[in-house]
């Protein structure tokens, strides 16, 4: 399906297209009060925010992007140090997004990917965040050093995708179709599609039938490997801190729940922690909406 072709999800929403380090970002923008970033995890795009945006935005000014190299945002080139795709960048590229609507503080929501991009913004821009949510991840750091056998069985995509291109790239192509609705039904509490509106699935298959952003795909996650590892390490070193109140949201079903408390990890990292499971797998916006916004906005509206 064409872009132009496809259903409008934020009915009311403007349609911005921002130029960024990371080339041009594509974004909807509405709603009114505070301003609120909604960043979007793999292998979605900004469409995943769909049912809880009317409500949010009843309390919030919404900006709610495609990350680079997903959706309908610029594909940063490819290099051999994954540069362009750390969450460093991608929180650079969110930075210039806001600067260039006008916010210079605002409250910041992430989801899977756009979740390590929120943390990411955390440590490296904290006097631009009120606030942070981060939703059914552990840190980089975290997750690597917790992978045994039955956690790389859970999250086999973080080594699948790492891999050299073209590799993952081409296996991917060869069925991707297949390879998307296997992997967002994978992750639901359910094991199936059920939660997804057929017209966000529709915004999924979009994007994820272009080989390009196949391509920019695999390189967030060998970014993740290597220099987004890199990055949280000398952190953890230098006993750098989140001092930016966080909230952690997981599903009971979701991918950040095996092993640890997740909460016990996050307040490791930040000095104002708090968070608590939600019903359903990693898709907690499409999963169980009602239940996030009952998590998220008393959180949010403490500085409203």
């Known amino acids: 399906m064409s872009e132009a072709a496809l259903p409008d999800l934020f009915p009311g929403f403007e349609t911005r297209h921002v130029e960024t380090r990371s080339g041009s970002l594509f974004c909807r923008v509405g709603g009114r009060g505070l301003p609120l970033l909604l960043v979007h995890g793999y292998p979605q795009s900004h469409a995943m925010w769909h049912k809880v945006a009317p409500e949010l935005a009843k309390r919030f000014t919404l900006v709610i992007p495609d990350l680079p190299g997903y959706g309908r945002s610029s594909i ?59 939703l059914d991840i552990l840190p980089t750091f975290d997750y690597w050093r917790r992978m045994d056998r039955a956690f790389a069985l859970k999250i086999y995509h973080w080594a699948f995708l790492a891999q050299p291109a073209p590799f993952p790239e081409n296996m991917i192509a060869a069925s991707a179709d297949y390879y998307l609705d296997h992997t967002l039904a994978s992750w639901t509490a359910a094991k199936d599609l059920s939660a997804f509106h057929p017209d966000a699935l529709a915004h999924y298959h979009a994007f994820f039938s272009q080989a390009d952003r196949i391509a920019a795909t695999c390189e967030d996650y060998r970014a993740g490997a290597t220099i987004d590892l890199d990055h949280d390490k000398a952190d953890v070193e230098a006993g750098r801190k989140i001092d930016v109140p966080l909230l952690a949201l997981w599903g009971g079903a979701g991918i950040a729940q095996s092993g640890e408390t997740p909460l016990d990890v996050w307040r490791r990292w930040a000095s104002d922690a708090q968070g608590t499971a939600i019903g359903g797998g990693h898709f907690m916006a499409e999963e169980n909406p009602e239940e996030l916004l009952q998590k998220l906005l008393p959180f949010l509206e403490k500085d409203a």
């Not at 997004?97 to 990917?113: C, I, N, Q």
Request: proline share 3%; net charge positive; aromatic share 6%.
């Open 76 to 134: 940063p080139a490819l290099s051999d140090d994954h540069a362009a795709y750390s969450k460093r960048a991608a929180g650079n590229a969110m930075i210039d997004l806001m600067s260039a609507l006008g916010h210079d503080r605002f409250a910041l929501v992430g989801h899977d990917r756009g979740a390590r991009v929120s943390y990411r913004m955390a440590l490296d821009h904290p006097d631009r965040l009120t606030r942070v949510a981060v």
